[in-house]
């Protein structure tokens, strides 16, 4: 008996197959207008599956990173800061250095986009299939310090060890850090730097005032003689683009007034 495509969609549902469900009316339709070879249709609706399956898992692997938006860097004012380091930005962005287990620190002046590089280089990353944990500094000691504190602390510390690409932005935004910040976030690197596990670290210190506002200069050390041997180092001059928004948002204020 033949059977309609409410049927086949369900049983493709039944199999898991929701891309090739989502896509099979539009598929027939297009085969009857077309003139379609049978086996054209066919490999249509697996490749539908397939592009399904992969939008799935990206998605699961964005919510898991702890991003909380997809940053791009098509709409980025590079002529607002001439002397930001464009092209090793944009060769981070082909996400080669994850694969080859480097790392990257951007340091600069606030305001200059070393946020929203991290931020679209580790969605790159995302895109491209691989395991990505992003981080503020706050979110990230207290996520450490909230697992000792309840027995999970292996869990959290093998999730940030492990990520293919570990993101850590804005480290030392404040001057004061947990009493522990230098152990567990040396224990981090270390583990990843043994690993070949990809490090980005974004800040506004200086690298020669890690050790004091770690109150650890020896761990400061052994951090950036791992993160710098297989990594970059990217300074971010010029003036804000926070501030730049702020005093475009006034002049309209004071323009509607």
């Not at 082909?94 to 080859?100: L, Y």
């Amino acid at each position: 008996m033949p059977q309609s495509v409410t049927d086949i969609e369900k049983k493709l549902i039944s199999l898991r197959l929701h891309g090739m469900a989502q896509s099979l009316s539009a598929r027939i339709l297009q085969a009857q207008q077309a003139g379609t070879c049978p086996l054209e249709v066919i490999a249509a609706l697996i490749q539908d599956e397939l592009d399904s399956r992969l939008s799935s898992l990206t998605q699961r692997r964005f919510k898991a990173s702890g991003l909380d938006e997809r940053k791009l860097m098509d709409d980025f004012d590079w002529g607002f800061n001439p002397k930001l380091p464009k092209k090793e930005l944009f060769e981070l962005l082909t996400v080669r250095f994850v694969q080859n287990g480097e790392d990257a620190l951007f340091i600069g002046h606030p305001g200059t986009g070393k946020s929203h590089c991290a931020k679209a280089i580790a969605h790159a990353a995302i895109q491209a299939g691989f395991a990505v944990s992003y981080r503020q500094e706050q979110s990230f000691f207290e996520e450490l310090f909230a697992a000792s504190q309840i027995g999970k602390r292996n869990k959290v510390y093998k999730l940030l060890s492990t990520a293919e690409l570990l993101v850590i932005d804005d480290l030392f935004l404040r001057k004061r850090v947990p009493q522990h910040a230098a152990d567990d976030l040396l224990d981090i690197i270390l583990e990843r730097y043994a690993k070949k596990r990809s490090t980005l670290i974004t800040s506004n210190r200086p690298l020669e005032d890690w050790g004091k506002l770690l109150g650890d200069n020896a761990a400061a050390s052994a951090m950036l003689d791992r993160l710098l041997h297989r990594g970059r180092l990217l300074k971010f001059e010029g003036s804000s683009y926070r501030l730049k928004e702020a005093s475009k948002r006034l002049a309209m204020e004071i323009k509607k007034k």
